[in-house]
């Protein structure tokens, strides 16, 4: 089984940057699509953006589309979140997850959940 911990969450103002990390252990071979998810209060999670580990193919949630950008780091094992020209919509806590299978946005088709990172945009 993988293992997902999130790191590099934080506050930052409408219009400002962050970048959240994915860091993963475990049976990392296995790895196949690493996905971003995030769920703000008193609503569903949500997907934003997921990559294929192998071919590094991406894709995203419309909402994210020209602001955010995921990638990896094979040598780290570790899946990349850059989130430019935040907005306080963006505020919520951002989980990674696995999935064995590429092209979903359905939390039901990810697994190996992490524990989250709260980001934060202000107005």
């Known amino acids: 089984q993988v293992q997902l911990v999130e790191s590099g969450g934080g506050l930052v103002q409408t219009g400002g940057s962050l970048r959240v990390s994915c860091a993963a252990s475990?049976?990392?071979?296995?790895?196949?699509?690493i996905g971003w998810f995030r769920q703000a209060p008193g609503k569903e999670r949500e997907f934003v953006a997921a990559?294929?580990?192998?071919?590094?193919?991406?894709y995203y949630a419309d909402s994210v589309k020209g602001r955010f950008t995921i990638s990896r780091d094979n040598a780290k094992i570790t899946v990349f979140l850059q989130m430019n020209s935040l907005k306080p919509e963006d505020t919520a806590v951002y989980y990674c997850?696995?999935?064995?299978?590429?092209?979903?946005?359905?939390?039901?088709?990810?697994?190996?959940w992490g524990q989250g990172t709260q980001v934060t945009v202000s107005s």
């Open positions: 997850a696995h999935a064995t299978i590429y092209g979903s946005q359905s939390p039901g088709a990810f697994g190996s």
């Open positions: 475990g049976r990392t071979y296995s790895i196949y699509t």
């Open positions: 990559i294929r580990w192998n071919a590094g193919s991406t």
